[in-house]
């Protein structure tokens, strides 16, 4: 499966940004796709999850209430909407495609649960 990001670009604080990441290959193999990101001497770290069966999505803490995951499964497209934006939500944003079927969304909020990845995206929130 391979994945092509794109959305990123620069934003100031409060605005909205909204990513997209589309699927294509062997796309029968997608269980969920997430998303991640990376500022700068930070290791990555989780922002959400989306079953692709169903509708059960995940959001981390920090970005919950802000930022908003969806998809189109007959366009093998995952969006991560993005608002009220934070200097501290700058990092290059991934997503990832999962292959292993679990029943609770929670199962996906690691990297290690990740088979394939795109190209990252960045994001930069000016103050």
């Known amino acids: 499966v391979q994945l092509q990001a794109s959305g990123g670009g620069l934003v100031q604080a409060g605005g909205s940004l909204r990513l997209s990441c589309e699927a294509s290959?062997?796309?029968?193999?997608?269980?969920?796709m997430g998303w991640f990101r990376q500022a700068p001497g930070k290791e990555r770290e989780f922002v959400s999850a989306?079953?692709?069966?169903?509708?059960?999505?995940l959001v981390a803490d920090s970005v919950k209430g802000r930022f908003t995951i969806s998809k189109d499964n007959a366009q093998n497209t995952v969006y991560l909407q993005m608002n009220n934006l934070k200097p501290e939500d700058s990092a290059v944003y991934y997503c990832?495609?999962?292959?292993?079927?679990?029943?609770?969304?929670?199962?996906?909020?690691?990297?290690?649960?990740?088979?394939?990845w795109g190209q990252g995206t960045q994001v930069t929130v000016s103050s």
């Open positions: 989306a079953k692709w069966s169903g509708g059960s999505t």
């Open positions: 290959g062997r796309t029968f193999l997608l269980s969920a």
């Open positions: 990832a495609a999962a292959f292993t079927f679990a029943t609770n969304v929670n199962y996906y909020d690691r990297e290690m649960r990740y088979d394939s």
